[in-house]
């Protein structure tokens, strides 16, 4: 079975600056996906960035990238110029490739963003 | 709009009784999910459905039945079995070949 793990349960970063969420996930599987999601106050889950497993290039989105790295079974998350509405839970996850015919998401346990204006 | 609904947003039952949480969608997605959540754990899977009228159990189904009768519904039944019901419930989908899941606001259930 997959297992994903955040092992910063709590992060702060001062506005405007950039700081860096973990998550390490073991897998006997070639092809997968993972993913960042967010969880602000209001306790819906956003989407906030996905990586395929077969993709060398880490992915990005606006002010939001990943450092993956398949072989340490690392997948990071770097927020750039911190905002106060990125304060919240943020949960890396893990799916299985589609063709493996499991398609369930494996969440970490999460770590809370702060960010001081 | 397209997206997921759960009603209520909150819900208070009594120990012993039966309750069942809503989830709807409308965005034509074959797949649905039940998770649930609890302070400092991240989200659990309880059921999974692939396709109408099929659905197979998650890490934690014990204490919790679901039906798919409808594409777009998937309802959970928490079952006086389940010993620690209170909790947050979210519901997803996600399309037939999609990667992402979509999620629903959640519905927060105390049992007291």
């Known amino acids: 079975a997959q297992t994903v793990t955040q092992s910063q349960p709590e992060m702060s970063v001062q506005e405007a600056e950039t700081v860096t969420l973990s998550c390490t996930y073991d897998t006997s599987e070639s092809d997968y996906y993972l993913f960042w999601y967010k969880q602000p106050p209001s306790r819906q889950m956003i989407l906030v960035i996905r990586q395929e497993a077969y993709k060398q290039q880490n992915a990005t989105e606006n002010r939001f990238s990943v450092n993956f790295q398949k072989a340490a079974k690392s997948f990071s998350l770097k927020i750039s110029d911190s905002q106060l509405g990125d304060a919240a839970m943020y949960f890396c996850?893990?799916?299985?490739?589609?063709?493996?015919?499991?398609?369930?998401?494996?969440f970490g346990t999460g770590t809370r963003l702060t960010i001081i204006p | 709009d397209g997206g997921i609904t759960q009603s209520p947003k909150y819900l208070f039952r009594k120990e012993g009784q039966n309750v069942t949480l809503s989830c709807e969608q409308n965005l034509n997605h074959d797949a649905m999910y039940w998770y649930r959540q609890d302070p400092g754990q991240g989200l659990r899977l309880i059921y999974y459905s692939q396709i109408v009228n099929d659905f197979q159990k998650g890490d934690i189904a014990e204490g919790y039945s679901v039906s798919r009768e409808k594409k777009e519904s998937f309802p959970l039944t928490v079952t006086s079995a389940q010993k620690n019901p209170t909790a947050f419930y979210l519901c997803?989908?996600?399309?037939?070949?999609?990667?992402?899941?979509?999620f629903g606001p959640g519905t927060r259930l105390t049992v007291t």
């Open positions: 996850a893990y799916r299985s490739a589609p063709n493996f015919g499991n398609e369930k998401l494996t």
């Open positions: 997803a989908s996600s399309s037939p070949r999609g990667n992402e899941q979509y």
